[in-house]
Each structure stands twice: as structure tokens, then as C-alpha cells.
Antibody, heavy 116, light 113 residues
């Protein structure tokens, strides 16, 4: 059974870089899927950050990098120049390819707070 | 403000049926598949419906999805207290200038009275 687990610091200072890792178990990240990051600010809805290393939310594109480490079966998120508005629960998820697009499964999520 | 419009909340009694709507545009729902996600309190979202009306393995047939034009609907029959959750629709948006973006609805909180 495929499982995803987010890890990284729970507190990041303003203007610094938020770095998270998603470890995939029960399957390979080199399989025929993309890998995505989605976030949810406290008491708010879901926001797609990006998938793979090509498709990014235009509102975040200038600050986001998603990369893969196939040797560790992990993929990562870097979000630069963070502000309080980036405080959210960050989820990693597997994303389907092609015209049939869905996200499944999701990691448990990690709360990242941006504060000095 | 979300690109996809959902009612903030819906409610119904146990055993009853409820529907949750998701309104979009031709560039998103009108030309792409819709998926639905269930988020129980304090947990990660879970895929409920994909490709407008398909259920992943393990999702009971009490849950159904449909799409017509630029709107989609999630239906839940035989409501149970365990169905209380936030529900989100999502789809791809090919709109001009977007460069392609995945969009979620604002979410609908289901209360089982």
C-alpha cells in the first residue's frame, strides 16, 4: 500500500526558505505518476502548489521548486521568501498523469508556521 | 476566492440524501474531469470520486458523482454521522493566461443532524 509522509521544520522565519520532504513507501516515485504538493492555511480551503518539476501554481511559481531524489524515493518542496501568508498545513500527494487527473493518496500533512 | 464555487455548508438527517454542487467555467469543469475529496476533521483529504463519476476501490456506492456542462455534483445517500466532513471538488483549468493550473472549490461542510 502506497504511503506518503511529510517531514521538515514546523517553524520558519519570514523571508527564509521553507523546505519539506515527502518520503514515499510501498511504491516507487519513478512509476508513471507525478508527485504534488498542496497546502491548506488554517481554517481555509485547499491550494495546489505544484506537481512534478514543471507545473506550478502561477501565484507561487516565482518562489517554488519541486524536486525528486530517486535514490531516496523522496520528493521535496522549496518555497522561498516566505511570509505569514505561507503558514499552512502542507500535504504531499501522488498525482495521476494524462487527462484523468486526481490526487491519491495524500500524506498526513505537516503544519508549517511562518513567524519570527 | 476559489475558481470553483461550492455552497459553504449543507445539512441533512441520518439516512437522508444530500447533494453538493460545484460550479465552474468552460475552461475548467467544462473541458476537464472533476474529482471530489473528503476531509474528516483533523485529517488529510481522501479521494472520493474521480473522472466525474468513478469511485476508487473501497469507497461505498453511497457516494456518487456527476457532471453536466460547467457544473458537477457529489451525491451522498444513506447519510451517516461518520460522513460529517468538508468536501472539495477539483479540476484542471486550461484558461488563457493560466498556463494550466489545478483548482479546488472552496469546500462544503456537511453536517449530519
Amino acid at each position: 500500500q502506497l504511503q506518503l509522509q511529510e517531514s521538515g521544520p514546523g517553524l520558519v522565519k519570514p523571508s527564509e526558505t521553507l523546505s519539506l520532504t515527502c518520503t514515499v513507501s510501498g511504491g516507487s516515485i519513478t512509476s508513471n505518476y507525478y508527485w504534488a504538493w498542496i497546502r491548506q492555511p488554517p481554517e481555509k480551503g485547499l491550494e495546489w502548489i505544484g506537481s512534478g518539476n514543471t507545473y506550478y501554481n502561477p501565484s507561487l511559481r516565482s518562489r517554488v521548486t519541486i524536486s525528486m531524489d530517486t535514490s531516496k524515493n523522496q520528493f521535496s518542496l522549496n518555497l522561498r521568501s516566505v511570509t505569514a501568508a505561507d503558514t499552512a498545513v502542507y500535504y504531499c500527494a501522488r498525482k495521476s498523469r494524462g487527462s484523468s487527473i486526481w490526487f491519491d493518496p495524500w500524506g498526513h500533512g505537516i503544519l508549517v508556521t511562518v513567524s519570527s | 476566492q476559489s475558481v470553483l464555487t461550492q455552497p459553504p455548508s449543507v445539512s441533512a438527517a441520518p439516512g437522508q440524501k444530500v447533494t453538493i454542487s460545484c460550479f465552474g467555467r468552460s475552461s475548467d469543469i467544462g473541458n476537464n474531469y472533476v474529482s471530489w475529496y473528503q476531509q474528516l476533521s483533523g485529517t488529510a483529504p481522501k479521494l472520493l470520486i474521480y473522472d466525474n463519476d468513478k469511485r476508487p476501490s473501497g469507497i461505498p456506492d453511497r457516494f456518487s458523482g456527476s457532471k453536466s456542462g460547467t457544473s458537477a455534483t457529489l451525491g451522498i445517500t444513506g447519510l451517516q454521522t461518520g460522513d460529517e466532513a468538508d468536501y472539495y471538488c477539483g479540476t484542471w483549468d486550461n484558461g488563457p493566461g493560466s498556463g494550466g493550473i489545478w483548482v479546488f472549490g472552496g469546500g462544503t461542510k456537511l453536517t449530519v443532524l
